[in-house]
């Protein structure tokens, strides 16, 4: 088990993984690897202070909501990539999210898988 960080145009994301760079090539410094996660795990927080236990936490704009009864689709605009959140209505309105917000994403470690590029 290897717990991995990747440098992103400067933001580091941090991903459990089971492998170990010996047994994994891709593990490798200076591989070059993609990130993967799904919508639903990914948080939203605003106004947020002090510290916290995810270590991928980034700034981020909202450019775009989609409300439903029961899921909200949050659209983000994070150093000009599309992120996307699905979390519950109930708490995009206790959030009370409007576009233009600017927000963090966060995503658990172990939520972040590493795919081989190549």
């Given at each position: 088990?290897?717990m991995?960080?990747i ?7 941090c ?5 170990t ?5 891709y ?14 795990e ?32 949050v ?8 992120i ?25 470690t ?9």
């Open positions: 088990m290897s991995v960080d440098d992103v145009s400067g933001d580091v994301f991903s459990i993984v089971l492998e760079a010996s047994t994994a090539s593990l490798k410094q200076g591989s070059s690897v993609t990130l993967v996660f799904k919508e639903t990914v948080s939203i927080g605003k106004n947020l202070t002090g510290l916290i236990s995810l270590r991928n936490r980034f700034k981020a704009t909202i450019k775009r909501i989609e409300k439903s009864d029961i899921l909200t689709k659209f983000l605009n994070y150093r000009d990539k599309e996307v959140s699905i979390i519950s209505t109930r708490s995009a309105q206790k959030l009370g999210l409007i576009i233009g917000d600017d927000v963090e994403w966060l995503v658990k172990n939520e972040v898988s590493l795919l081989q590029e190549g």
